[in-house]
C-alpha cells in the first residue's frame, strides 16, 4: 500500500505562535494544501523546485492561507515555468485573490505557463494531478462566502483536509472517510466560534475516525500536543511524513 507522503510547509495558526510557519502541505511533494505567506520559502528551504507544484488547493480567503500566491505567481511567471499549474478554490473567491495578487505584483497573474483555475464547491468532484478532490462544506467565518474541507483520494488512499473549522458535520463526515485526516487544531482549550481545540473537540473527532486512521494536527495554537489520543501526531515546521 503506497504511503500518504506529506511535507509541511508550515503548521502555525494565523498568529504564527512561537514562530510557527504558517499552515500548508504538499502531498507527494507536488500538490500544495493552501498558499501560506511564506509558501515560497518554505518550498525553497525543503529544496522542492516551485515549479514543480502542479496543483494548489484552497480551502478558504484568509490570509494565512492564500496570501502566499503572489510570491508563487511571480516566481512562476518570472523562473522559467512552463508546464501549467491548476488552482483549486472555493466558488466566489477567484476574483478577490486574483486582485490581491495583482496589487502584490502587477501582471503577476498573466500566467503564459497557464493557470487553470477551478471552482470548488461541496458536492462536486474535481479531478487534478492524479487526485479526485471532493469539496466539503464546513463552518469557519461567516463573512466569507465559501469554507471548504476536503476528501482527496490519491495513489489509492483516501486523505481528509479540515480547513479552519468548527467541530461540524462536514469535518466529522471528513474524519469517518479518511485513512488519513489532516485537522486544524487552533488553540489548546479556547472555545472559538470559528475553530475547533485540542482538549474539547479533536476527541471527538478522533473518536469519529477508524480506530487505525492516522490524524495529523495543524494550524496549530500554543502548547499542542497529542493530548494522548492514539495515531494522533503534531505536525512540525518543514517535516515530511510518510502514513
Ligand atoms: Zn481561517
Same mark, same amino acid.
Given at each position: 500500500m503506497a504511503s500518504v507522503d506529506l511535507t509541511f510547509l508550515g503548521t502555525g495558526?494565523?498568529?504564527?505562535?512561537?514562530g510557527l510557519c504558517w499552515n500548508g502541505f504538499l502531498l507527494d511533494g507536488r500538490h500544495m494544501f493552501e498558499a501560506p505567506p511564506q509558501a515560497l520559502q518554505s518550498l525553497n528551504r525543503l529544496d522542492v523546485?516551485?515549479?514543480?507544484?502542479e496543483t494548489v488547493v484552497l480551502s478558504h480567503q484568509h490570509g494565512d492561507h492564500f496570501l502566499g500566491l503572489p510570491f508563487l505567481l511571480l516566481h512562476w511567471e518570472h523562473m522559467g515555468r512552463t508546464a501549467p499549474v491548476r488552482i483549486i478554490a472555493p466558488l466566489g473567491t477567484r476574483e478577490s485573490m486574483l486582485r490581491a495578487c495583482e496589487l502584490a505584483?502587477? /501582471?503577476? *497573474?498573466?500566467?503564459q505557463y497557464g493557470i487553470e483555475w477551478a471552482d470548488a464547491e461541496a458536492g462536486r468532484s474535481v479531478g487534478a494531478g492524479g487526485m479526485t478532490i471532493e469539496p466539503v462544506e464546513v463552518n469557519h467565518d461567516p463573512k466569507l462566502e465559501r469554507c471548504l474541507g476536503y476528501h482527496v483520494q490519491y495513489g489509492g488512499r483516501r486523505l481528509g483536509y479540515?480547513? /479552519?473549522? *468548527?467541530?461540524?458535520d462536514g469535518v466529522l463526515d471528513l474524519a469517518r472517510g479518511a485513512e488519513v485526516l489532516v485537522s486544524e487544531?487552533?488553540?489548546?482549550?479556547m472555545q472559538l466560534p470559528v475553530h475547533m481545540n485540542l482538549v474539547d473537540d479533536i476527541p471527538v473527532l478522533r473518536g469519529a475516525m477508524q480506530v487505525t486512521s492516522e490524524l495529523v494536527l495543524t494550524h496549530l495554537g500554543p502548547n499542542?500536543?497529542?493530548?494522548?489520543?492514539?495515531h494522533t501526531r503534531v505536525a512540525e515546521d518543514l517535516v515530511r511524513y510518510a502514513l
Open positions: 495558526n494565523a498568529f504564527a505562535p512561537g523546485d516551485p515549479n514543480s507544484v505584483f502587477p /501582471d503577476v *497573474t498573466a500566467g479540515t480547513g /479552519d473549522s *468548527t467541530l461540524c487544531c487552533a488553540s489548546r482549550d499542542i500536543d497529542t493530548n494522548g489520543l492514539p
